[in-house]
């Protein structure tokens, strides 16, 4: 998969680059190297590098070696266009980026401006593809991919059973969340508690409340790990012991580290 992967990346960029006579190719990595969601940005980083490592060592393309710029986003759409509009003064080309939905889509169009081709190996919220933008592509599932495998596991095992959908009211996780609810309801689920959380906050015990009063079975989170681990933990303190149910955001190593052992049994897109 990665020569294949590596290959078609090659090619794309010889495609693009062909009769440039720049000593070497810029390519920028644009992700969340520091903030919360910074073990995501290390996992894009090691990607786009070994990736352009494999590309150099066979030659480059046509010639030209390949060199890295990075920009840390922080995770903040302000900052991901900060990102964007320096790499397009530094002549980049191709950027592999970003992270968050919230940031890709309004970088994007700064790429697009410029004349940048623009891939994310993360960004899963559907309006970012379906925009009409020829420089626009991503190589992950989207939200309402996801969504309707969540909607269908709950449907055929939670059937009469009841569920919580909480989100982090970022583009990502509400547009998660949002599917999740859609596909579940039109299965003939319904929710018995939806609910908006701040990201970035550490103190969920007013939500935990409510879960525990509405005595779900299963609460659905559309968020990252940082967020989704502390409602665990905080879940668990409070006694209630219904699973936790999520998307790709909380697929990290961080999520046990957060959470603790209370994040057994959590399930995952």
């Known amino acids: 998969m990665r020569?294949?992967?590596?290959?078609?990346?090659?090619?794309?960029?010889?495609?693009?680059?062909?009769?440039?006579a720049h000593a070497d190719i810029i390519i920028g990595i644009g992700a969340p190297f520091t903030g919360p969601n910074a073990s995501f940005g290390a996992q894009i980083k090691k990607g786009a590098d070994q990736a352009i490592e494999d590309i150099n060592a066979k030659g480059g393309i046509q010639g030209q070696k390949i060199k890295t710029t990075y920009g840390d986003d922080v995770s903040d759409p302000k900052q991901g266009v900060s990102v964007a509009n320096k790499f397009a003064a530094d002549g980049v080309k191709f950027v592999v980026g970003h992270f968050n939905s919230g940031v890709t889509i309004p970088a994007s169009e700064v790429y697009q401006e410029n004349g940048i081709l623009d891939i994310t190996p993360a960004a899963t919220n559907p309006k970012?593809?379906?925009?009409?933008?020829w420089n626009v592509f991503r190589t992950c599932g989207r939200d309402d991919q996801q969504g309707s495998v969540a909607a269908d596991y709950l449907v055929k095992n939670f059937k009469g059973k009841k569920i919580a959908i909480v989100h982090d009211k970022?583009?990502?996780?509400?547009?998660?969340?949002?599917?999740?609810?859609?596909?579940?309801?039109?299965?003939?689920?319904?929710?018995?508690?939806?609910?908006?959380?701040?990201?970035?906050?550490?103190?969920?015990?007013?939500?935990?409340?409510?879960?525990?009063?509405?005595?779900?079975?299963?609460?659905?989170?559309?968020?990252?790990?940082?967020?989704?681990?502390?409602?665990v933990r905080q879940m668990r303190d409070q006694g209630v012991k219904a699973p936790l149910m999520g998307g790709d955001g909380i697929a990290s190593d961080e999520f046990a580290s957060v959470g603790g052992p209370g994040v057994e049994g959590t399930l995952m897109t």
């Open 170 to 231: 970022t583009t990502y996780g509400q547009g998660l969340a949002d599917e999740t609810k859609k596909a579940m309801n039109k299965g003939g689920l319904k929710e018995v508690l939806y609910e908006g959380v701040n990201a970035g906050e550490k103190d969920y015990s007013a939500l935990v409340s409510k879960i525990k009063q509405s005595g779900v079975d299963l609460v659905y989170f559309g968020g990252l790990y940082t967020e989704g681990g502390l409602i």
């Open 128 to 133: 970012l593809t379906e925009r009409n933008m």
């Open 3 to 20: 020569k294949s992967t590596t290959f078609a990346l090659a090619l794309g960029l010889g495609a693009m680059l062909a009769g440039t």
